[in-house]
């Protein structure tokens, strides 16, 4: 590219960077030259439209931040395809709900949109909405059908669905909702767990589509993208959670799951590295509050923990165990023969066999983590005992009569407490700081400065996906007044392409109210990000419970 222009680098958050592309072609050879001669503590790269994420692994030094923006910014890319990219065919059943309405969109007959498509040589450009999930579009120098996506998208597109929005196409790897038109079907297992690499297509992957004639089965590989083995059904039967770990590990029976409340999951700090497959790390809600109940029990302080959301949660002790509760503040008893004793939280202690511990509703906070000295164990996905509720994988949500295992005795000994930051409580205003988005420059300069006057107040919509935020006024009751966040007049009307997304990112949705990524968010997203909260107020917005008021503070330095 000899009259390559300088490209744009935006901060997005400390630990990641994103280089606006001239295009889709320079996002790939970008995407291939990064990945033969990556940056210094580059973790991974998120390919999108126009964009390309590049995530770190640790939070950048102002001066490493100038150095690998410099280089960004007049990299050349290089041609052909990313390391270990590949071609691969999909068998396809032209028979779509859509392909009728796509003919008469393009003004083709349905042979021709069949012949079109299959004759189009398409190419992945990056990964989003569920694992596996592709976007495909065609190689430079063709013309793809290009249609809308449907005005009300369906709630439920089967696994196989081959699908057309806009100039790309895809196929679904998993049955979900979705507003994409369907033209096929194909049995091909784009998502596959058993795998090496779970996806069949990444990016830079050459796809064609193959028309045939042959009835195709679409089989709905929801529960495989879960994690479970074939036949697991152990939310029906009340089989351990340990039939997920090796007989050989040393596991042993450790706790029962007497009530699990609102949702008890397995987390521990993620799966790193596999954005490329449309998986995002995931991992503890709170960070801080896990680590320290593994410190407090002697664990090593990666260790999945049960983190339990808003309490309720009753467990009993099928051997004598060592636990310890961080996290939220709420009445935490020991319940033996009738007694019911007080123990005390961000502490360890013992849970002798036969008693129970029962955690009550947060007075403080919303999020507790339980600890067992000698960790929990199941068996990984993708390196990883967490749960994804976006992206279904991991291990299932825990249900009454689960069982809970944990490995052998750690030569550590148990640790002492820590005091951490002072967690939401009430109607008090909880200050979260956030650093300038990479789209701050979309809104007016009134809407970035009431965006930090105004105090928002956190939704009943929200979960470990995104915290939604609403404009808040004692005056209203219903916490559902407009909110004052508009975009600039060139931004007015302008549709975002899919970007890579960061946890912590605030992206602002056309309702104006913000929306706060979290542990499970998308890969990708398509509105503009005007700011992103810092890693260590993360916590602090994961512990608000809904109703809780905070307030964005603007770090510009």
């Keep these: 590219m000899p009259d390559q222009q300088p490209r744009r680098i935006h901060p997005t958050g400390r630990s990641a960077l994103l280089v606006d592309c001239d295009g889709i072609e320079d996002v790939l050879s970008l995407h291939t030259a990064l990945s033969e001669d990556p940056l210094r503590g580059q973790l991974e790269l998120i390919p999108a439209a126009s964009t390309l994420l590049v995530r770190f692994r640790c939070p950048l030094s102002p001066a490493e931040e100038r150095a690998c923006t410099r280089r960004l910014s007049s ?119 058993e795998r090496d690499v779970p996806a069949l297509i990444t990016p830079g992957t050459t796809v064609r589509f193959c028309p045939r004639r042959k009835s195709v089965t679409v089989r709905d590989k929801a529960d495989a993208s879960r994690g479970i083995g074939p036949g697991d059904d152990h939310h029906s039967t009340g089989n351990p959670v340990a039939a997920l770990t090796e007989e050989n590990d040393g596991a042993s029976d450790a706790l029962r799951i007497d009530s699990p409340g609102l949702a008890t999951l397995i987390q521990d700090r993620g799966r790193q590295g596999h954005t490329g497959w449309g998986v995002s790390p995931s991992g503890w809600a709170d960070p801080a509050a896990a680590e320290s109940a593994n410190r407090l029990v002697g664990n090593d302080l990666s260790e999945p923990v049960l983190e339990n959301t808003a309490g309720q949660l009753s467990v009993t002790a099928l051997r004598d165990v060592v636990l310890a509760v961080t996290g939220a503040e709420g009445d935490l008893r020991i319940r033996d023969s009738g007694t019911a004793d007080r123990v005390p ?99 007016t300069s009134a809407s970035v ?31 559902e007044l407009p909110s004052p966040l508009e975009r600039t007049a060139e931004a007015q009307g302008r549709e975002l392409p899919s970007e890579g997304i960061v946890e912590g990112a605030v992206q602002v949705p056309p309702s104006g109210n913000p929306v706060i990524f979290m542990a499970d968010h998308p890969v990708t997203g398509g509105y503009p990000v005007i700011g992103v909260v810092e890693p260590d107020h993360l916590r602090l917005l994961a512990q608000a419970p809904p109703g809780s008021l905070i307030r964005l503070v603007l770090d510009a330095s």
């Design 449 to 479: 400065r009431k965006l930090t006057e105004t105090t928002w107040s956190v939704t009943e919509a929200s979960n470990r996906v995104g915290a939604r935020l609403a404009r808040w006024s004692s005056d209203q009751a219903t916490d």
């Design 75 to 193: 990299m050349r890319g290089k041609e052909g395809l990313s390391a270990g990219a590949s071609v691969v065919e999909i068998p396809v059943e032209y028979s779509g709900e859509d392909l009728d309405d796509v003919a008469q969109h393009v003004g083709a007959s349905v042979e021709e949109v069949v012949r079109r498509h299959s004759e189009t040589t398409w190419r992945a450009a990056f990964s989003g909405f569920s694992p596996g999930f592709a976007y495909l579009v065609a190689a430079e120098g063709e013309a793809p059908l290009t249609v809308p996506r449907r005005s009300s998208p369906r709630t439920r597109v089967p696994a196989g669905s081959v699908g057309l929005a806009g100039e790309f196409s895809a196929v679904y790897p998993s049955a979900s909702p979705g507003g994409w038109q369907l033209i096929g079907t194909t049995d091909a297992d784009v998502w596959d767990l």
């Design 345 to 443: 939280g961000n502490r360890p202690f013992a849970l002798l066999a036969g008693q129970r511990l029962t955690i009550g509703s947060p007075d403080r906070g919303l999020r507790f983590c339980l600890a067992v000295r000698g960790g929990i164990r199941t068996s990984p996905v993708l390196g990883s005992s967490a749960t994804d509720t976006l992206a279904s994988l991991g291990p299932k949500p825990l249900a009454k009569n689960d069982v809970v295992r944990c490995g052998p005795q750690p030569r550590r000994s148990v640790g002492s407490p820590v005091s951490g930051a002072d967690l939401p409580l009430g109607r008090e205003v909880t200050d979260i700081r956030i650093s300038p988005g990479p789209r701050l420059d979309w809104f």
